[in-house]
């Protein structure tokens, strides 16, 4: 279904990675072709709305591909084979499909992915082994085999329990006549604080541990406590705080898309933009908006504020 997260990002890179690839194959047809009347036949194309200047337009995935069938005969059928047109065709049904919240399998993604590929290698786009990674990757994903741990005879659970049941006890007994009598000839010490170092450079000190003054008793057990440079800290507060240390020092970043956080986003269909307080502005996808710093920018470029 498309509601998976994953299957709609993996769409979202694929079809952003068509437009990064068409975009100015496109517009370099058409000044080849029409010269400087290009922009005014780009414009024209039904369905496809554009700003008064060129410098501004950004067209998407579906824009590429109508212009591109709107033109076909006149223009890009000197460029490109009937072959191409019939992926094109497919690429905007699966894209409509998944815009309009159809279901849509694996197979479909799958296909997407590859026609995508072959789109990109007629026109000997450099973005072509990217989209190649990906629809491997997405293979790769899909037909992985889980691997099957093989079972173990309750017979050996039990010799296995038994032997370290044995071995805690032989090492039980050790420390309990080893442990008194060398707390006897020593009864406090200091071990020093680890050091964690990061990969930059920088330093991070963990608490000390001091073991407390113990008796000389056969029946007293030794109790070890955890203190820092201020105040005392209980063992377990430490130890949360070296694994929160840890999952700070091996955080990885998370992907981001096209328009960063704050940005305005512009829709280049509908020529409007949406602020990021806006109703809409979740739901315009980063891979069909252009990204602006400011809303002033946005209407400069043509485009007009949503009313919510």
Known sequence: MTSDPVRRIQIDQLLAEFRQGYAPFVMAVLKTTHGTEWYSV??????????????QAQLDAT?????????WDSTFSRVLTPNERSLLFELRTIRNRWAHQAPLSADDVDRLADNIARLLTAIRASNVDRVVALRDEMRMQRYQVPVQVPTKSPVLYMIAGASLLIAIFVIGIYF????????????????PAPTLRTKG??????????????????????????????????TAVVIVQVVQITAALTETPVPSFPCQDGQVKANAKTMIYHLPTGAFYAMTRNSAVICFDTPAAA??????????
């Open 42 to 55: 780009l414009r024209n194309t039904p369905e496809v709305r554009l700003p008064v200047d060129s410098q």
């Open 63 to 71: 824009a590429l591909v109508r212009v591109i069938l709107a033109h």
């Open 176 to 191: 309990w006549q080893l442990i008194p009598a060398q707390a006897a000839a020593a009864p406090t010490a200091t071990i």
């Open 201 to 234: 450079g920088s330093v991070v000190h963990t608490a000390s541990v001091t073991p407390l003054p113990v008796a000389s008793a056969p029946t007293t057990t030794q109790v070890v406590a955890v203190t820092d440079t201020v105040n005392s800290t209980p």
């Open 299 to 308: 209407e400069q470029a043509g485009y007009r504020a949503s009313k919510r």
